[in-house]
Each structure stands twice: as C-alpha cells, then as structure tokens.
C-alpha cells in the first residue's frame, strides 16, 4: 500500500509540475485528480495504514519536488495545486490526531 501512495504521489506530481522534462499539464481534471487523491490518501492512511503520517509523507515527497520544478518553470498554478495537495493530508492527519485524543479524553 505504501508503494502505491508513493506512485500516486508520483503521477500527480509529473502531471502538474512536468519535472522540468515536459511541460506542465494543468488543468480542471488533474487538479480535480490531485485534490480527490490527496482526500483519499489521507483516508486511506488513517484506516488501512494505521500509520497516517507515513501516508502523508509518502503522498507529498514527490509533490515538494514537483512543486520545485513548477516553481523553477515559474508555473505558479501548479505549485499552488502541489502545495495544496501535499498539504491537505497533513491537515487531515491533524484532524485524526485531535479526534483521537478527544475520543481518549471523553472516556
């Protein structure tokens, strides 16, 4: 599963950023795409992983490098679409934390 994370990662990343060997290719579906993957990364890793934050770390690696490239290829949007995507399953991870503990607390 940790594979797979990564791969998606992967794509999402080439497909937005290019990695400075094609040109980005941003548009309504691969943004739909990387922002859908991020959510079910995020829910994926706090299911069937039970590690949450290697999910999100292995989710947003190759997106920090993707969004290196858009940046050096000055393609703004894209970035912005990476940033986003990587930054979503840390939000959510958050968000499981604090559950986690509330739920704890509650008992």
């Not at 797979?4 to 691969?30: D, E, K, Y």
């Not at 393609?75 to 995507?85: I, M, P």
Request: proline share 4%; net charge positive; charged share 5%.
């Amino acid at each position: 599963m940790g594979g797979f994370i990564l791969l998606l990662g992967f794509v999402f990343g080439a497909l937005l950023s290019g990695f400075g060997v094609w040109a980005p290719n941003v548009s309504f579906i691969t943004i739909s795409g990387a922002l859908i993957g991020a959510v079910a990364i995020s829910w994926f890793g706090a299911v069937l992983l039970r590690t949450p934050a290697l999910a999100a770390l292995l989710f947003s690696f190759p997106m920090v490098v993707g969004a290196v490239f858009a940046a050096f290829a000055r393609q703004w949007w894209a970035c912005a679409v990476l940033l986003a995507s990587m930054a979503i399953p840390f939000a959510a991870l958050t968000l499981y934390q604090f559950d986690q503990r509330r739920s704890n607390f509650a008992d």
